[in-house]
């Protein structure tokens, strides 16, 4: 990690204890997020690494879709943990969608930690061409 890595805390960073006596730190993340629009619709990939299907969450409520994640970060049974700056992160992240979009159809995938949602316009909103009569 360098110090570019960007972090965004919500709340604030906290640390639990668990069974085994490890503490261990849990922090909110802002994963990385590319967006690609066309006419047809919106193409949003989330860098979510360490994150299975069962710890993702992904929600369409009142115009704003959520991603929540949980990362599984392993640790060897013969390594004993000497460091680590964020440790089983979560991930966050809300966006606002106009109401072109049609939620109902959005579909989702997760590949290798990055997770791709196509989110379509509805077919009032999708721009078409008008024909031009003469005479």
Not at 31 to 58: H, N, S, Y
Not at 71 to 82: E, F, K, S, Y
């Amino acid at each position: 990690m360098n110090d570019t890595t960007e972090l965004t805390q919500r709340d604030q960073s906290t640390l639990t204890r668990r069974g085994d006596e490890q503490s261990v730190r849990r922090m909110t993340i802002t994963p990385a997020v590319d967006i690609f629009e066309d006419g047809q619709a919106v193409t949003l990939w989330a860098d979510l690494p360490g994150v299975t299907r069962d710890k993702l969450d992904v929600r369409v409520h009142d115009g704003n879709l959520s991603i929540e994640a949980e990362a599984v970060v392993p640790t060897p049974a013969n390594l004993r943990l000497q460091h680590a700056e964020v440790r089983e992160p979560r991930f966050a992240r809300t966006f606002t969608l106009s109401p072109d979009f049609d939620t109902s159809k959005i579909e989702a995938s997760l590949q290798d930690g990055v997770l791709k949602l196509t989110i379509p316009r509805r077919e009032e909103a999708r721009p078409r061409r008008i024909e031009v009569k003469t005479g």
